[in-house]
């Protein structure tokens, strides 16, 4: 099994600044795409950014230029820096990564969420 656990949420005030972690443990082999959502109250879950393991990187328009996903191979560690945050970036943001195992199994996982909360 796989697991994914975050960190770095909380509450800032608008056109504050956060760095997200997601950090990979368990039976892990390679680890494809890691990707950030974020579900906001009463919404559905969508995708903020997604980050390849060479290192390419794409973003949903509403975070391109404040927002930069990155990653770290060696340690299985998956970031967010989210700069000039607004209220509506107010949501739970998950991690999620495509894992391949050694046993060859292929899944996809999710982290249990952390809370961004953007208010003044």
């Known amino acids: 099994q796989v697991q994914l656990v975050e960190s770095g949420g909380g509450l800032v005030q608008p056109g504050g600044s956060l760095k997200l972690s997601c950090v990979a443990s368990?039976?892990?082999?390679?680890?494809?795409?890691m990707k950030w959502y974020r579900q906001a109250p009463g919404k559905q879950r969508e995708p903020v950014a997604r980050?390849?393991?060479?290192?390419?990187?794409g973003y949903e328009d509403f975070v391109k230029g404040r927002f930069t996903i990155s990653r770290d191979n060696n340690s299985n560690t998956l970031y967010l820096q989210m700069n000039n945050l607004k209220p509506e970036d107010t949501a739970v943001y998950y991690c999620n990564a495509d894992v391949l195992q050694t046993n060859g199994a292929r899944s996809d996982y999710w982290g249990q969420g952390t809370q961004v909360t953007v208010s003044s």
């Open positions: 980050i390849g393991r060479g290192g390419t990187a």
């Open positions: 368990g039976d892990i082999f390679i680890i494809h795409t």
